[in-house]
């Protein structure tokens, strides 16, 4: 199972479609809306980076608290549709040109569903890492470092911290360090890009079809944010447990206040659960080889 996981990964990773899917994160997570201006129209990070003066020399615009990370609706809508069009359509073209019956005589169909599964997920958790990686270069590139500011600045900047942010990202801050930041939005990218690719994941189960794979996905998930904001403005006490299912929260910044325990045991759950039904889904098929 381990080989045919390590050549599956292989596969997407060496597809012109996996890099423009990085590629694409990349910009979506600088399309973040950062403020607005004086007339209500809003201000990107890809705006300031071309305009500098839109920083408006704040403190609040340096390069960590960008790197802390802006919600990004832009990815939040389009996440499911870039990581299942890393990897499924490598997964259906095994699918619709048989080359599962060759595959079979070699290894067993659980392993074989099993190592589709795997990849498909650490596949759609490293193309959000890799499209986060290149933002962030951007970012620390494009923006000032929290030095650069007066010493005045600084010391209000960590003053509104304590009040804002969690404690280990205020000890980052004034430590000065970015591999801190670096290291939990690579952990909360990774799980974001292998959770959103789950649906799609389960769809190609029972279509090859690949426009349908794709584009159902983004149908559901948007229904499922929808859904969400609908209980939370209605003050529905489901809200707080559904909230953490899926990838919802995980693009969320590290600046808020989640559930962690709570956020963590959800999504273990929907992992389990969705490699359950995807196994229950191959292995009650007929025959494989004509999937």
């Given at each position: 199972?381990?080989?045919?996981?390590?050549?599956?990964?292989v596969?997407?990773?060496?597809?012109?479609?996996?890099?423009?899917?990085?590629?694409?994160?990349?910009?979506?997570?600088?399309?973040?809306v950062?403020?607005?201006?004086?007339n209500?129209?809003?201000?990107?990070?890809?705006?300031?980076?071309?305009?500098?003066s839109?920083m408006?020399?704040?403190?609040?615009?340096?390069?960590?608290?960008?790197?802390?990370?802006k919600?990004?609706?832009?990815?939040?809508?389009?996440?499911p549709?870039?990581?299942?069009?890393?990897?499924?359509?490598?997964?259906?073209?095994?699918?619709?040109?048989?080359?599962?019956?060759?595959?079979?005589?070699?290894?067993?169909?659980?392993?074989?569903?099993?190592?589709?599964?795997?990849?498909?997920?650490?596949?759609?958790?490293?193309?959000?890492?890799?499209?986060?990686?290149?933002?962030?270069?951007?970012?620390c590139?494009?923006?000032?470092?929290?030095?650069?500011?007066?010493v005045?600045?600084?010391?209000?900047?960590?003053?509104?911290?304590e009040?804002t942010?969690?404690?280990?990202?205020?000890?980052?801050?004034?430590?000065?360090?970015?591999?801190?930041?670096?290291?939990?939005?690579?952990?909360?990218y990774?799980?974001?890009?292998?959770?959103?690719?789950?649906p799609?994941?389960?769809?190609?189960?029972?279509?090859?079809?690949?426009?349908?794979?794709?584009?159902?996905?983004?149908?559901?998930?948007?229904?499922w944010?929808?859904?969400?904001?609908?209980?939370a403005?209605?003050?529905?006490?489901?809200?707080i447990?559904?909230?953490?299912?899926?990838?919802?929260?995980?693009?969320?910044?590290?600046?808020?206040d989640?559930?962690?325990?709570?956020?963590?045991?959800?999504?273990?759950?929907?992992?389990?659960?969705?490699?359950?039904?995807y196994?229950?889904?191959?292995?009650?098929?007929?025959d494989?080889c004509?999937?």
């Open positions: 199972m381990f080989k045919l996981l390590r050549t599956n990964i596969r997407t990773l060496t597809d012109w479609k996996f890099w423009m899917g990085s590629a694409a994160v990349c910009v979506m997570l600088l399309a973040a950062v403020k607005l201006d004086i209500g129209d809003s201000i990107t990070m890809i705006d300031m980076i071309i305009d500098k839109k408006d020399d704040d403190i609040n615009y340096n390069s960590l608290e960008m790197l802390a990370g919600d990004s609706l832009w990815l939040m809508m389009f996440v549709v870039l990581t299942a069009f890393a990897f499924v359509p490598v997964l259906n073209e095994d699918l619709k040109h048989r080359f599962t019956r060759y595959v079979m005589p070699h290894v067993s169909k659980k392993n074989y569903f099993s190592a589709s599964y795997l990849s498909a997920v650490i596949c759609g958790g490293i193309m959000l890492i890799i499209g986060s990686l290149l933002a962030e270069l951007v970012i590139l494009s923006f000032p470092g929290i030095q650069s500011f007066s005045q600045d600084q010391a209000g900047y960590y003053e509104m911290l009040y942010a969690p404690a280990w990202y205020c000890k980052a801050v004034k430590t000065g360090s970015i591999a801190a930041v670096l290291l939990v939005n690579a952990v909360r990774f799980a974001y890009g292998a959770l959103a690719v789950i799609a994941l389960l769809i190609s189960s029972l279509s090859i079809n690949i426009y349908f794979v794709i584009s159902l996905p983004f149908l559901l998930c948007h229904l944010e929808r859904f969400i904001v609908y209980l403005m209605n003050g529905s006490k489901a809200y447990t559904l909230v953490n299912i899926g990838y919802y929260r995980l693009g969320s910044t590290i600046y808020q989640l559930d962690i325990k709570g956020l963590i045991r959800c999504n273990v759950g929907v992992f389990l659960f969705s490699y359950l039904v196994m229950l889904i191959n292995l009650g098929k007929a494989t004509e999937s």
